[in-house]
DNA sequence: CGCGACCTGCAT
DNA sequence: ATGCAGGTCGCG
């Protein structure tokens, strides 16, 4: 479940668990995973604490005290979950133990999480973080004008602005009403500021609601999440238009073709 | 640019 | 059985 605030919720678990703390073992219990981080790699971690954990884009960021720098990536369906006693879920790829005896896992079903030590300036070809401040629509106007690409697609290119995946790209394009199909050089500056606020209020929404159901998988949980995700063929709840799903580089994307601009 | 690869589980 | 999935990389 990782977009950005997924991943905000998730690094902050790992920061209450982690930050402070002397990492007593590194345990990679899956073979694909282990070629992002080979055992001698994973053993070099024991000994080392844990300064901070950051947050860039989807990637989260244990930042060491030897400098060095333990990056994980949830990609499709990684999480992290603190195991309690016994044998750990199956789907548990990667275990880290602190010196207190609590534990870190990283549950991935699909095994496509990587975690692994990366040199410093990593991740140098990530856009500005989609909730950094300091990000304005005149940055974004820039870093789209020579791109004729579908906007919708331009927000999942991590180098343009970080954190936005595939279902809250159309979720912010639903909020601002815009079309995802339009070539993201031609939206005009007032339009993108539009975009970016709505990006945010996106975010920060989603955001609200992990907090509030944190834990949970209630149908309360689910209810009204999504505007137009995964939604085809049911009411816009703006406008009463049917939402559309369309292929764009591989994966859905879903609108309103009645109130998303022309 | 689009598309397969990386992995597994789930719905149809 | 098939196709799809909230991500990213590397190929043609």
Known sequence: MPE????????????????????????????AQRRALPARDARSLRGERVIAVERRGKAQHFRLASGRDLCVHFRMTGDWLLPG?????????????????????????????????????????????ALDPALTAGHLAQALASRRIPIKVALLNQAVIAGIGNIYASEALWRARIDPRIPAKRIPPARLADLLRAIRATLNAALRRQERYFGQNSAAADAGRFAVYDREGERCRRCGGRIKRITQAARSTYFCDKCQGR
């Open 85 to 129: 006693p016994g044998p750990l879920p199956p789907a548990v790829r990667v275990v880290i133990t602190l010196d207190d005896g609590a534990r870190l896992a990283l549950d991935d079903p699909r095994a496509l999480s990587v975690v692994s030590l990366c040199a410093p300036g990593t991740g140098a070809s990530l856009g500005p973080d």
């Open 4 to 31: 950005l605030p997924e991943v905000e919720l998730a690094a902050a678990i790992a920061r209450r668990v982690a930050v402070g703390r002397t990492i007593t073992s590194v345990t990679v219990r899956h073979p």
